[in-house]
């Protein structure tokens, strides 16, 4: 499939308020895999996902709700039983009952309402469900440990079962993403389809320099160099690290309030994307140092020759968001093209 034209920008004029979103989103999902390492070398084993205290919660409850408030009020909204605890999900009836659901999967430290400014683009034919994952910042509640990466795939499956819908297409985001892709090699039978966006960590590794910075903002450093290593993280000014949105003030109440409990993703083997038995569309950003600038877009392309790799040229981890007007109609294409698969 052909690469997407970049648009064009004005000079001077770059989109500012993706990029505030960008940096917010870079450092939950970073800051938190650093902590979390750090805290797997200090009190090694498993444990579950927490809340700092109510008042921290409460705090990113009133943010959650924020964020929703801008768009549609769900049809219904589920609280699904799982081995692991239980599990949140918006859903958004759609109006034609034999098209093919879609299950919403988020990055770090955010939650259902991530996916505000694409449900917009993707509500409407098919039934949507936003999920807010176990173990991590949203309304779902933790009840047994996650002891390894592969529960991921355990927890979702369960919560697929328990909204009784026979398929699903996934798609994820970024933590979100590399949940989306364990699960479509565990559960085939669950999807039509499994599009991910910026998954980090399954296709390559992260860089040494993220853990670098990521270190420092969790160090008794003055403010300033935290926001310095935030904007190296983002690949954005200090300015924008300090100016704030709706967004990024739920994120950052999900990062510092909440202790999440999950581990690390792995990167999938060789033998195992070749062997991934569901029809994949993977959109890679070329300014994400989170998934290779263009490597993880090389090995898929090598090992997936017959699915959609969508590379998107000045593009950023901020993907989802950054190129809505795009990205949304060709992702419902690929969904529509396969809600016969199966």
């Not at 989306?180 to 390559?204: D, K, N």
């Not at 270190?215 to 100016?243: C, F, N, S, Y």
């Not at 070749?274 to 569309?281: F, H, I």
């Not at 263009?294 to 959609?308: Q, S, T, V, Y």
Request: glycine share 8%.
């Amino acid at each position: 499939m052909p690469e997407p034209e970049r648009p064009a920008r004005r000079a001077g004029r770059p989109r500012r308020p993706r990029r505030r979103i960008l940096v917010w989103l870079m450092l939950a999902l970073v800051v938190v895999l650093a902590a979390d390492r750090v805290r797997t070398l200090a009190a090694p084993g498993p444990a579950v996902g927490h809340w700092d205290s109510a008042a921290g919660m409460a705090e990113y409850t009133r943010a959650y709700r924020a964020v929703l408030a801008a768009v549609p009020a769900p049809t219904r909204t589920h609280d699904v039983p799982t081995d692991m605890g239980t599990v949140r999900v918006l859903e958004w009836r759609g109006r034609e009952p034999d098209a093919t659901p879609v299950a919403l999967l988020p990055g770090r430290s955010s939650g259902a309402p991530m996916w505000a400014e694409n449900l917009p683009d993707w509500l409407g034919s098919r039934t949507v469900y936003a999920l807010d994952p176990i173990g991590d910042a949203g309304m779902s509640s933790q009840r047994t440990p996650l002891e390894s990466f592969d529960d991921q795939a355990t927890w979702i499956a369960q919560a697929l079962d328990g909204l009784d819908v026979d398929r699903v297409h996934t798609v994820g985001h970024s933590f979100g993403g590399a949940s989306a892709a364990i699960h479509a090699l565990r559960h085939p039978e669950q999807l039509a389809s499994v599009t991910l966006l910026e998954p980090v960590m399954v296709v390559t590794g992260l860089p040494a320099s993220t853990y670098f910075w990521a270190v420092i903002t969790q160090l008794p450093m003055p403010q300033r160099l935290k926001d310095r290593a935030l904007a190296e993280i983002g690949g954005t000014t200090v300015e924008e690290v300090r100016a704030r949105t709706p967004m990024s003030v739920m994120i950052d109440a999900g990062s510092q309030h909440h202790s999440a409990a999950l581990p690390m993703p792995r990167t999938l083997t060789d033998d195992e994307w070749r062997g991934l038995a569901v029809p994949l569309r993977a959109d890679l950003a070329g300014d994400s140092a989170l998934t290779g600038r263009g490597d993880a877009a090389a090995r898929l392309r090598e090992l997936r020759p017959d699915d959609e790799v969508i590379d998107w040229p000045g593009a950023t981890h901020s993907l989802p968001m950054q190129e809505r007007a795009r990205l949304g109609p060709a992702v419902a294409q690929f969904w529509a093209a396969h809600d016969g698969t199966g």
